[in-house]
């Protein structure tokens, strides 16, 4: 049985820092992107990031780049989500996402394994 468990929620001012971690079990996902996402109260779930198996291959959403980092230990099966300089329009819910089946990696649709997902809130 797949798992992924999100951890790392907590609150914090708006320009601080939090470190999110999703650790993978079931089955290796090393072949696979891992990701972030995330949603807002009454929004859709909106890509952040993801990262390919090999770690050498990355994609961010706009609305982070610069100042979210993603990285994965493979052999731990786990993906980590740095966030830096935060703002408040990033709170959210955040879902970490792998087993994609195609290409779109952006799309919610292309990964078939998602944890619970973890509360960030960011004040002002």
């Known amino acids: 049985q797949v798992q992924l468990v999100e951890s790392g929620a907590g609150l914090v001012q708006a320009g601080g820092s939090l470190r999110l971690s999703c650790v993978a079990s079931?089955?290796?996902?090393?072949?696979?992107?891992m990701g972030w996402f995330r949603q807002a109260p009454g929004k859709e779930r909106d890509f952040v990031t993801t990262?390919?198996?090999?770690?050498?291959?990355?994609l961010y959403g706009d609305s982070v780049k610069g100042r979210f980092t993603i990285s994965r230990d493979s052999a731990k099966n786990t993906v980590y989500l740095q966030m830096n300089s935060l703002k408040p329009e990033d709170t959210a819910v955040y879902y970490c996402?792998?087993?994609?089946?195609?290409?779109?990696?952006?799309?919610?649709?292309?990964?078939?394994?998602w944890g619970q997902g973890t509360q960030v809130t960011v004040s002002s």
């Open positions: 996402a792998t087993g994609n089946t195609g290409w779109s990696l952006r799309q919610v649709s292309s990964y078939t394994y």
């Open positions: 079931g089955r290796t996902f090393s072949s696979y992107f």
């Open positions: 990262i390919s198996g090999s770690g050498l291959t990355t």
